[in-house]
């Protein structure tokens, strides 16, 4: 067994171990191609990870579709719709799945979710034409310049709630 230097730390004062061993990897359990299905439990941790800002929003917008329907008298929500812009980062598959998540225990609960896709366009100022956009910053079609401005395509809104 070696003795350990130990010195204190420059900002916390703690002691700090200089021939400590580099930090290994926490988890390669997917680069295993003994156990192909750890890669599979990764990738939907990674799936779920990036749905955890879609829980939020099914939350907020259950919320308010079920106080409106409370206002209103209602039972029952049969149908909420939403209107996603295809550039405003919010995944539908990972929306329906927190939806049906969020609505157990609500006047939500068995509702439908529909959502329909706003496809992105650009209007270009220099010759005045309306185009399909990609990204952001998306070059105009018909003259090649880039100072077009997105009018659609970051929606993200409750277009109806059908109660009874």
Known sequence: MTARKITPGRRTGKPKFRDRQPPQPRNNLCQSPAKPW???KSYRRTLMADAMHEVAIMEEAVRTAVATAQASGASRILELRLRV???????PEALQFAFDVVCRGTLAEGAALVVDTVPATGWCPDCQAEYACAHYFSECPHCQNFNGQLRQGRE??????EIS
């Open 38 to 40: 750890l890669a599979f």
């Open 85 to 91: 812009g295809s550039l405003s980062g919010v995944v």
């Open 156 to 161: 993200l809104e409750i277009s109806s709630v």
